[in-house]
């Protein structure tokens, strides 16, 4: 069974930092992406970055660029997203997701696209 479980929301003042990781258990594919995905109340599921596990690549939104970090542990079999720069308007459920990589899922930050999702953890930038 796949798992994906986040940890390391919180509340943060606008400026800070947090770093969340999402370790994964139980999936057995050689190739796949990890992404990160936001839900503000009354919006959409955005894509915020993902990893390739094939090569490491890694892709993110514009909204976040410059800002945010994602790595892997393979050995801890771990994502994370290491945040910086924080602004009010980052504030979010993040989750964390996983998908087989193909040429369509490369690189992909579309959420429709993912299998299998973490239940989330909340992130609150106060200003």
């Known amino acids: 069974e796949v798992q994906l479980v986040e940890s390391g929301g919180g509340l943060v003042q606008a400026g800070g930092s947090l770093r969340l990781s999402c370790a994964v258990s139980?999936?057995?594919?050689?190739?796949?992406?990890i992404g990160w995905f936001r839900q503000a109340p009354g919006k959409e599921r955005e894509g915020v970055s993902c990893?390739?596990?094939?090569?490491?690549?890694?892709y993110y939104a514009d909204s976040v660029k410059g800002r945010f970090t994602i790595s892997s542990d393979n050995a801890k079999n771990t994502v994370y997203l290491q945040m910086n720069s924080l602004k009010p308007e980052d504030t979010a459920v993040y989750y964390c997701?996983?998908?087989?990589?193909?040429?369509?899922?490369?690189?992909?930050?579309?959420?429709?696209?993912?299998?299998?999702w973490g239940q989330g953890t909340q992130v609150t930038v106060s200003s």
């Open positions: 139980g999936f057995t594919f050689d190739d796949y992406a």
């Open positions: 997701a996983a998908v087989i990589a193909t040429i369509a899922t490369r690189g992909s930050l579309a959420a429709n696209e993912y299998d299998y």
């Open positions: 990893i390739s596990s094939s090569d490491g690549s890694t």
